[in-house]
Every structure is written in C-alpha cells, then in structure tokens.
C-alpha cells in the first residue's frame, strides 16, 4: 500500500494548481466553499461544475486573487498564492459577459495586457495579429466591441485572456449568453485552441452537456463541497452519489432498501416486493435505505435480457416519439417517472400506453446509491 | 374563427392599408402632440419669449427714436458738412416742447449723456426754455438756449443716438465702443470693466468647478462602490443642502466663517494661528459656500454614470496584468467622461449665472457678471445694458455648450 502511493505520487507531475483545505465565507456564517481540496494537472482541461450557487465563481474569484480564502492554502505551481495580488498572479481570464472594454476596439483590447508587460511595439503587433488569427477575428481590428456580434465579442474576450501568453486560463461561463448552436460551435472552437496551446484550462459552467464535451476532468461541486472530480465518462457510468447522478445526464432512481451485500453486488428491496441485485454505489450496509439509478439507455426488454438480468415488470404510461428514437415513461416500482430511451431499431413494435412490458437491467448498470 | 379567416384573406387594397396606417399615425401623434402642448406652451411662455425679448432689448433704442421721429427723419437728408437747415431745427423745437414736463425727456437726455457725458444738461436746459417765444426762428432761439446746437457735433451725436437700434450697449459689454468716426474702438478704461469681470466669472466658475470635481469624483466613486445601505445614507447626505434654502445657507457660511466666528475660534483656539483668518467677504468665503451649493450637481451625474460602469471591468483590467490604480486611471476613469463632461457643464453654467453667493460672501472684486446684470435692472434701471450682459452671458453659456458636445458629447454616444 506505502509503495504503491510513492509510486503514485512519482508518476503523477507536480500539480499546476492545487487547493488545499480552502474555505471561504463571505459573511461569517455561511461557508460557501467548504474544505476544498483540489489538484488541477498543468496543461488539463478542467471543468468546475455544479447548480448554481455552487461556489464556482467564488472557487474561479479566488484562483484569480479577486477574492481570498478564509482558511487554507492555494499553490500556483510551487508557490503560495493567497497573498498575491491579482495583477501579479499572470493569469488569463475570460468573464461571464466578456467584460471587453468598451472605450476601445479590438486591437487596443488586446494591445492592454502586452502594453502593461512593455512589450516593444513590433513585437505587440505580431502577437495581436496572431492572437486574432487564432480566433479567426482577423480583420476586425478597428471595430468596438458594441459593434461585434455575442459570437465576436465571446471570440475577442478569449484572445485577450490568451495573447499574453499565460500558463493558466479561468473561464467563468463563458458561452453562458451564446445561442445553442454558437455556444455547441465556441466549445468546439475552445477545445481544439486548448489541445494546440497545451495550457491549464479552469471553465466554470453549469451546464452538464458543455462540461461532457469540453472536459478532460471535471469536478461537480454541490453547497460548496467537490461531490466528484473524475474524467466525463466515469462520472457518466459511475456516479459517486446521488446528486452527482441526477446532475449529471438523464437518470432513473428507483427508491428502495438493501437486503444483503455479497462483494460489490448488493441485493436491494424494491417497494413492490421485487428483490433486484444492484452494482454497490455509496450506499450503506444492509438496512439503510437506497436510490437505485440507471441511465435510460440501459433499460432493456426483456427478450434482449443477459443471463444476470433483473426482470422487472413496468406499465407504459406514455411514449414520446423523437425520430431516432422512442422514450418510453413507465410506472416500475412504484416510480412513475421512469423512463427508457431507444433507439427505434431496436423496437420491433412500439408498447401503447398501458401496455405491460418486462424490463431487463443489468446489475452492472444498476447503481446502489446512498438516499 | 371564420370571421377572423375572412378579413386575413379578404384582399386589402394597398391604398386602404395606407390610409389605415396614416389614420392610426395620426391619432398616435395628435396624443403625443397633446401631452407635450402644455410642456411646449410652458417652454415658449417662460424661456424662448423672454429670452427673444432680452435678446430685442439688448439692441433696442426707443428714446430718441420714438420721441423725435420728424426731426430724425429730417437728419436723414442732412449733409453732416454744416448745420442743418432751419426745417430740422423748427422740428426739434416743436417735438423737444411737445415732451418737455413728460419722462420723454428726461429719457432722451440720460440716453444722450450716455453716448457723451454731459449732454443731459443740454437737453434738460433746451427742454425748460422751450417753447421758444413767439416770432423767434427756431435756429436761432435754440442756440440762445445753449450754444452746443450751433456745433454740427451735437447734431452727430443726435443722429447716431436716433437708430432703431444700437450696438452701444453689446459694446459696451464686451468693453468697446464706436469712436466720432465711426470705428469700433476699446472704451476709455474708467468704463472697460466688464471684460474683467467676464474673465473673472470664467475664472471663478472654472475654479468652483474644478474643485466640485475633485471632492465630488471619489465621493461618486464611492457611493457606486459602496453596498446600497450604505450608499443612501451617502445620498442623502449629497442631497442634504437641496433641503434648505440658498439663503439659509449662505447665512450658515457667515456664521461659521465670520471672523469670531466657529471656525476662527476654532484655529484660534487650538493656536494655528494668533488672530483671526479673514474668510469672509473675500474670494475664499464665496469659493466654500458655492462648492457646497453646486457640489450635488457634480456627484449626481457622476454618480449615475459610475453605477452603470459593471466592476468586471476593472477585474478584467487587473486580470490582463494591469496594477489597480493604473487600470482604474486607464479603463474606468475614461467610461466616467460622460459624467464629468456632464456634471463639469452643470457646475459651470450653474457658476456663471451665480449671483446671491458673490453678492453675500464676497467683496466688490469678487462679483460676478451676473450682480452687474441685477444691478443694471434693480438700481439704474438701464435695461439695455442689462440685457446686453445678459446675451454676453449667455452667448459664453452656449459656446461652452457647443464645446462640450463637439469634444465630449459625441465620443462618448459612439462608445455606447
Ligand atoms: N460578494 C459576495 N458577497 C456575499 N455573498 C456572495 C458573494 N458572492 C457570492 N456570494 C454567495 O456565494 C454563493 C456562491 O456564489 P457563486 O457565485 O460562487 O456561485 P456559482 O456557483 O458561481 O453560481 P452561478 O452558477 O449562479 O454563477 C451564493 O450563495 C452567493 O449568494
Ligand atoms: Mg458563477
């Protein structure tokens, strides 16, 4: 075990950024950010997500120096950094509206940064130019910011955190005022500058999808508290609780309580009388009450059932046709809110309303979560 | 339903949808029309017709003109080489006794005297010998009463005094006047005062203004930055002086800083200095109490401006490297302009017009252009000379406006 950590910790590079036991009120009383600790690797994409009030903005605030943590510590590589002025901390930011300065265009937004570091002049024409190429804003030196579209601007707010060059950038829901299709294309546009630049990325959003895409980590904060930090697929599959659950993607909870645990397979009683084996979550020993959950694309019928599969019966409430595929909202134990998603290819015959079915769910897509 | 699909299908002829439409437009303008008549009314009745009539005072020439229009017409004719003939002189006798014991005269003679001092006694002394007895020609009987109608001079002045109207008092207001030749020449120096007290309105309004800026451009900044508890109780301490009356105020500034008064006991008493600072009656008494008058007038703009400047910007600025101050000096103080060009121009049109203050804490040098103006209507009841100052004033009002809008109105809505 001892070796297995030292090993661990040679193979992992030191962190770029790392919070350490941070807490931070805002009036005395009410933690918003409660002990965090939190390691972002140099040159990840890392996604900080979580409802809102989730003390996203106020974990990005004090990263930058605007706001300082009422306890603990924040290193900037190998340095303590909760006493350094932001202006000191070389940090690129893009705010929620931008926050391009309106009194200026667009060359003279990004000249800003290199002017205040005594760039030579030459040398701040080149990296504007090609700060602007990157955003493929070439061209639009002259303009003011009320003169460029959401889109524009969003792309200018971006080059202006990226053209001084900065190890680490801060993006506080950045395409949160994009329409959908712009915001799909901007988190495209902003990966790709992150995978050919190779620096730290930090995004703040609350959306679950943006974070899905964009993120090589992301972590889901809740009431100031990390409930998960992992790659989108592992909290995808393998949600560590509850919240992180349902936050995250479309989910099914099936309330119940657990009978008896044998390995990592827990044996969970549902409400109708229906014992079901469950891969164990979080959930607690034998007794305590437990959230079944199981992504709507896992739900089968039964004839495409595996030998381990659970069988449960379900009557068809409603079935919503979406061209691809079908959703099905059925009434299983108890839930009524429960839905399976397919596609239509795989139904040879659509169930009416109710209809009963048998489901099949796979133990290892069933998750025993603590209530 | 079926009613509503009829008119949408119903073809609509292009010039009835047009009439429509004008209908409509029509009855939207006759409402705004109404709501604004009695704003229009009032702005007429109160601002452009007393200002027009300033404007026709500052030129007009009514005494001589209205008093003696057959001679004056008679002096159209007139070479100017000699004295005019005998007609011109019987005129002037006939009109000159037909308003001797009326005001007629006595105004003709303070306008005269106004051109040329003197002259009053001239007219005054013809008026009390006339009429003329009878038999006696008229050239004559009028140059036994005084020798000054026999200098073609005098007949000058009196031709040049009997225009509709007259340069002499805008002149005179901006210290010129029109020699014997009729070349405009700078006043003898006893009567050029008014350049210098225009300078020293300017002066004083910039002054005032300037110091309004500097105490009110952080007290703004503050109230914009404070949380809103806070910020009101600031306001209305801001506000606090439009609750008493100027001349309360004014009363308030002698007490505290007449020369026993709280301030003056105040250094006195804790030795900064020995006798007492005369603050009153001087240009400093007037400087305190117009600053705290005009103060408001600066914050407020300034205020509003401030309030809609998001703080990001200055993170933002900090975030790209900039230390605060300089990103304070190079992001937020230019978003600010609008409300400093507009509370600099409020101060400073407020200032020039400034009377009450100047005239209580100040002394006589410490008057502004408007105490020549009250004292022209009030005291000598020379309204031409009143309204010239006036057009004087307010020909430099709109030339800084002009100013203003050319240099810090436009940019700024381009910004926008
Ligand atoms: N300056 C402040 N003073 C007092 N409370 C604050 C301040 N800033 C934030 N808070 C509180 O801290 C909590 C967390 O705020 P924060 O802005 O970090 O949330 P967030 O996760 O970014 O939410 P959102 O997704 O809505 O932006 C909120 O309850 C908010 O009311
Ligand atoms: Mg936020």
Redesign the pocket.
């Known amino acids: 075990m001892a070796t297995e950590t030292r090993q661990a910790a040679q193979e992992t590079p030191p962190a770029h950024v790392s919070f350490r036991g941070v807490q931070?009120t805002?009036?005395g009383e009410?933690l918003?950010?409660r002990n965090l600790d939190l390691d972002i690797r140099r040159g990840e994409f890392i996604t900080?997500l979580?409802?809102?009030?989730?003390?996203?903005?106020?974990?990005?605030?004090m990263l930058a120096g605007f706001?300082t943590p009422t306890a603990g510590e924040i290193r900037l590589g190998d340095c303590v950094i909760n006493r350094l002025p932001p202006h000191k901390r070389n940090i690129g930011m893009v705010f929620?509206n931008y926050a391009l300065f309106p009194n200026m265009t667009v060359r003279e937004n990004l000249r800003f940064p290199l002017s205040v570091r005594k760039f030579s002049a030459a040398e701040i024409d080149a990296k504007v130019k090609r700060a602007l190429e990157m955003v493929q804003l070439g061209g639009f030196e002259n303009r003011r910011p009320a003169q460029l579209s959401g889109g524009q601007q969003q792309r200018v707010a971006l080059a202006r955190a990226l053209v001084f060059e900065p190890q680490l950038v801060l993006m506080?829901?950045p395409l949160g005022a994009l329409d959908k299709q712009l915001r799909e294309h901007m988190q495209l546009e902003i990966k790709h500058i992150h995978q050919t630049l190779g620096i730290t990325f930090v995004f703040?959003?609350?959306d679950q999808g943006e974070a899905l895409t964009m993120s090589d980590r992301i972590a889901v904060?809740n009431h100031?508290v990390i409930q998960q930090i992992d790659v989108p697929e592992v909290l995808y599959e393998k949600p560590a609780n509850a919240f992180v659950a349902s936050f995250i993607g479309e989910n099914n909870a099936l309330s119940g309580r657990i009978d008896s645990r044998t390995g990592d397979i827990v044996s969970v009683l549902l409400p109708d009388g229906n014992r079901i084996a469950v891969s164990a979550g979080d959930a607690g020993g034998p007794g305590s009450d437990t959230l079944v959950s199981i992504r709507p694309e896992r739900v089968r019928l039964a004839r495409e059932r595996a030998p381990r599969d659970n069988l449960l019966r379900a009557t068809v409430l409603e079935h919503i046709y979406l061209g691809d595929h079908v959703r099905l909202r059925m009434q299983v134990a108890g839930c009524d809110n429960f839905t399976m998603k397919t596609p239509i290819s795989r139904l040879d015959r659509c169930p009416a309303a109710g209809e009963h079915v048998d489901l099949a769910l796979a133990p290892e897509h069933l998750l025993a979560l603590a209530a | 339903m079926t009613a509503l699909c009829e008119t949408a299908d119903a073809p609509i002829a292009p010039r009835a949808l047009k009439r429509r439409l004008r209908h409509a437009e029509r009855r939207r303008n006759l409402l705004f029309a109404a709501l604004i008549g009695p704003l229009a009314f009032f702005v007429l009745a109160s601002f452009i017709v007393p200002i027009a009539s300033l404007l026709g005072k500052s030129i007009d020439n009514p005494e001589v003109h209205g008093n003696l229009p057959q001679t004056l017409a008679l002096l159209e004719d007139w070479s100017g080489d000699a004295l005019p003939d005998d007609a011109t002189f019987a005129s002037l006798a006939h009109e000159l006794t037909q308003a001797a014991g009326t005001p007629a005269v006595a105004n003709i003679a303070k306008r005269l005297n106004r051109e040329q001092p003197g002259t009053r006694t001239l007219v005054m002394r013809t008026a009390r010998g006339l009429p003329l007895p009878e038999g006696t020609p008229a050239r004559e009987g009028l140059i036994q009463l005084d020798a000054r109608w026999g200098e073609t001079q005098t007949w000058h002045l009196l031709r040049n005094a009997g225009g509709a109207f007259t340069g002499f008092y805008l002149l005179s207001a901006v210290d010129r006047t029109v020699d014997a030749d009729g070349n405009i020449v700078a006043s003898p120096p006893e009567e050029a005062v008014y350049l210098d007290v225009l300078k020293r309105t300017f002066v004083m309004s910039i002054v005032v203004t300037a110091v309004c800026l500097l105490l009110g451009f952080p007290l703004a900044y503050l109230m914009a930055t404070l949380p809103a508890r806070h910020a009101n109780l600031l306001m209305i301490l801001v506000l606090l002086p439009f609750w008493t009356s100027v001349l309360v105020r004014v009363a308030a500034w002698i007490v505290l800083l007449q020369n026993e008064g709280l301030i003056n006991q105040l250094l006195m008493w804790t030795g900064v200095t020995e006798a007492p600072v005369q603050m009153l009656f001087n240009r400093f008494g007037v400087y305190v109490a117009m600053v705290h008058i005009l103060l408001p007038f600066m914050v407020l703009p300034l205020y509003s401006v401030m309030k809609g400047i998001p703080p990001a910007y200055l993170r933002a600025a900090v975030s790209l490297g900039c230390p605060p101050l300089r990103s304070f000096w190079r992001v937020y103080f230019p978003l600010t302009l609008p409300g400093i060009g507009a509370g600099a121009l409020l101060v400073f049109i407020l200032c020039m017009g400034y009377y009450i203050t100047p005239a209580l804490l100040g002394g006589p040098n410490d008057q502004m252009i408007s105490y020549f103006i009250a004292f022209y209507t009030n005291q000598t009841v020379n309204w031409g000379m009143a309204s010239a100052l006036s057009v004087v004033l307010l020909a430099a009002t709109l030339v800084l406006y002009g100013f203003y809008v050319r240099y810090l109105g436009t940019p700024n809505t381009d910004a926008r």
């Open positions: 931070k805002y009036d009410n918003i950010v900080l979580g409802p809102s009030g989730s003390g996203k903005t106020t974990c990005l605030m706001e929620q506080d829901e703040v959003t609350h904060f100031g």
